[in-house]
C-alpha cells in the first residue's frame, strides 16, 4: 500500500515559470524529506523537515510541511533547465520508517 | 554526509543467474539499507542491514531472494538470486545520516541498473 501520493505524476513547463508538487499522506509523519534524481544516480538529500508548519528555503525551492505533518509541498521559483529531474519525497519515523512518494517528473525546458 | 559506492554500477544478466551488489560507505553506519527502483517508478524498501544481526526484510521481500550481508559499518552486498526479467531495476543502498542530528535522513549510493535477459 502506497503512503505517500505526489502530485503532479509528470511536469514539463518553460524555464522562469514556477511551480508547486505536492505529497499528501493520511498518515503522520515524524519527518519528512525531499530529494531529487537525475538519471543514472541515486537521490540526492535537498532537505529535512520535522515541524509541522515548518518552512525552509533553499534558494528557489521552497519546502513546507503541513501543520497535522501529513503532507508537504515544494515550490520552485523561476525554474532552470538544471532542475530537471524526478523530485521525490519521503516520510521517516515508527512504523513507515522510510516510505517514498511516488515521485514527481520535471521537465524545465530552455 | 557520507559518500557511498556501489558495484557494479550496471550489469546484463541470463535468467537464473544470480548477481551480488556491493555498497561501500566512506564512514562506520550503524543501519544500511537496500532499495529497488523499477523503471520509472519510485523507490522500495527491500530490507534494512545492521552489522551483526540478520537483515530485516520488507513485505514483499525474501532472504531467500535477496541475500544480504552485512560484515562490518562500512560495507554491505545485496545478491539477487535466480534472476527473472522481473528483477530487472536500479538497486540502491543507503545509509543513515548519524552526524547532523537530523533523524531519517540518508545518502544513497548511485545505484546499480540491473538488466535481466
Known amino acids: 500500500t502506497q503512503l505517500l501520493e505526489q502530485s503532479p505524476q509528470f511536469l514539463s513547463i518553460q524555464e522562469g515559470e514556477n511551480l508547486t508538487v505536492y505529497c499528501n499522506s493520511s498518515s503522520v509523519f515524524s519527518s519528512l524529506q525531499w530529494y531529487r534524481q537525475e538519471p543514472g544516480e541515486g537521490p540526492v538529500l535537498l532537505v529535512t523537515?520535522?515541524?509541522?508548519?515548518e518552512v525552509k528555503k533553499l534558494k528557489r525551492l521552497t519546502f513546507q510541511f503541513g501543520d497535522a505533518r501529513k503532507d508537504s509541498s515544494l515550490h520552485i521559483t523561476a525554474a532552470q533547465p538544471g532542475d530537471t529531474g524526478l523530485y521525490l519525497c519521503a516520510g521517516g519515523g515508527g512504523t513507515y520508517k522510510y516510505i517514498f512518494g511516488t515521485g514527481t517528473r520535471l521537465k524545465v525546458l530552455a | 554526509s557520507a559518500v557511498i559506492s556501489q558495484k557494479p554500477s550496471r550489469d546484463i544478466c541470463q535468467r537464473g543467474t544470480s548477481l551480488t551488489i556491493q555498497c561501500q560507505v566512506d564512514?562506520?553506519?550503524?543501519?544500511m539499507f537496500w532499495y529497488r527502483q523499477q523503471p520509472g517508478q519510485s523507490l522500495t524498501l527491500i530490507a534494512t542491514a545492521n552489522q551483526g544481526s540478520e537483515a530485516t526484510y520488507e513485505s514483499g521481500f525474501v532472504i531467500d531472494k535477496f541475500p544480504i550481508s552485512r560484515p562490518n559499518l562500512t560495507f554491505s552486498t545485496l545478491t539477487v538470486s535466480n534472476m527473472s526479467p522481473e528483477d530487472s531495476s536500479i538497486y540502491l543502498c543507503?545509509?543513515?545520516?548519524?552526524?547532523?542530528?537530523?533523524?531519517?535522513?540518508?545518502?544513497f549510493g548511485p545505484g546499480t541498473r540491473l538488466t535481466v535477459l
Open positions: 564512514s562506520q553506519v550503524t543501519m
Open positions: 523537515v520535522v515541524t509541522g508548519g
Open positions: 543507503s545509509v543513515e545520516d548519524t552526524t547532523s542530528g537530523m533523524t531519517d535522513t540518508q545518502y
